[in-house]
Each structure stands twice: as C-alpha cells, then as structure tokens.
C-alpha cells in the first residue's frame, strides 16, 4: 500500500513538473523533446525485442522495460499543447490534428500504454521470456492503437 502512495504521489509530482517544464519551452522544442522520448521507447523495444529472438539477457530485457515504463509514466502528455499539432519549420510533427481534438480517447490510450508498459516491467523482473513476449505483444498493441488512429505517415 505504501508503495503504491509514493508511486502515486511521484507520479504527480512528476506531471506537476513536466506541465511546468512544458510552459518554459518553445512548441518546436515541445515537438523535439516527445519524439526523443518515443524513439527511447523505440529503441528499448528493438533491445527486447531482438532479446526474445536471440540468446535472452534478463538483465538487458529488464533495463529495457524499465526504461520504456519510466518514459511512459513521465507525464509526456504534457509535451502535447496547442500549438504542437502542425509542423514548425524545420522540426515536423507526426502528430495528426485529431489527437488534440480528441483528449478523452487520447487519455484513455495512453492509460492503458502506461499500463502495459508497467505490467512489461513488472514481468521483465521475473526473467520468464514466454511472459515477456506477452506482455511485451500487449504494449505493442498499444502502441499501434495509437498509432492507426493518430500518428501521421
């Protein structure tokens, strides 16, 4: 129970910061600051997922799936405000319009995000690759739930 307190409790106080963080950046900086977090994300996945084709590291497969719950739970959303939804200059956004017109099915995928990649990091500690695998399928529906409904080409 007290552990779930201080999650929860970390967990505000990390989206109290990012909101604030968010406010001190320019919205291209905004766009720069999510794509890196989601290419981290990416990038853990690609270690996973060539863990579960290859010779399992559990070490390496755990790091992996902390990494990915971390940056899910970060309070990214923060990093999506008016003003983000277009390209700006240089920096270009895959972000569809929609995403920002549509903020109750916007929360509701990224809750059940952050819960998979919670739940892949929770299994990731136990070494078991069959579980890994499944949990690791889940967040990667998510993922592309995601992705279909508002991620540009």
Not at 93 to 110: G, M, S, W
């Amino acid at each position: 129970m007290q552990k779930r307190l201080v999650g929860a409790t970390l967990g505000i106080a990390a989206l109290a910061l990012a909101t604030t963080a968010a406010a001190q950046f320019k919205p291209d900086e905004l766009i720069q600051y999510r794509q890196a977090g989601y290419l981290f994300m990416s990038w853990n996945m690609g270690k996973i997922k060539v863990n579960l084709d290859r010779d399992y590291n559990e070490a390496q497969v755990a790091d992996a799936a902390n990494a990915i719950a971390a940056i899910a739970n970060s309070g990214m959303g923060a990093l999506f405000v008016p003003g983000t939804e277009h390209d700006i200059g240089e920096v270009k956004t895959h972000v569809k319009p929609a995403f920002f017109e549509n903020p109750d099915d916007v929360r509701e995928l990224a809750m059940d995000f952050n819960q998979k990649a919670n739940e892949l990091a929770k299994v990731a500690q136990n070494g078991d690759p069959n579980a890994v695998g499944a949990a690791f399928g889940e967040v990667g529906k998510a993922c592309k739930a995601c992705h279909d409904k508002y991620r540009a080409d």
